[in-house]
């Protein structure tokens, strides 16, 4: 019987997210809010795994750090928007910024992002994009 309750447990899959981020500290504190409300979090620190890990069904959420992407922020957006497009995927990209001025929030959203988070990170404002996201 604890044989089967621990295979049901495992079988309700958890909304994943990957959170892009070189900075350790940015990084934990944005996983430990994001477990908190319940996803499974991977944690990578440059954008070339992240075409493979999207390509599991559970993610719902990737959120790219505007500094540890660079020049490559704006490429990494089309990719994923173009990995949806081709797979029939809905995966909400949301940009991050150690700059909490609205102009570096309004870059992000002018980049292709659905949503911008500025640090430090809110739980209210995590939570409002977590509301407004599709998350299954």
Do not use: W
């Not at 309750?5 to 940015?26: L, T």
């Amino acid at each position: 019987m604890a044989f089967s309750n621990s295979i049901e447990k495992h079988s309700e899959q958890k909304s994943e997210a990957i959170v892009v981020d070189n900075n350790i500290i940015n990084a934990h504190y944005l996983k430990k809010m994001l477990m908190d409300e319940g996803l499974e979090i991977n944690v990578i620190t440059d954008a070339s795994p992240l075409l493979s890990l999207v390509d599991n069904p559970s993610v719902k959420m990737v959120f790219l750090d505007a500094e540890t992407l660079g020049g490559h922020l704006k490429d990494t957006i089309d990719k994923l928007k173009e990995y949806c497009q081709e797979n029939d995927r809905e995966i909400s990209i949301i940009g991050t910024t150690p700059y909490s001025l609205a102009g570096a929030r309004k870059q992000l959203l002018n980049l292709g992002v659905q949503f911008a988070l500025s640090t430090p990170i809110y739980k209210k404002h995590l939570a409002e994009i977590l509301n407004a996201t599709i998350i299954a």
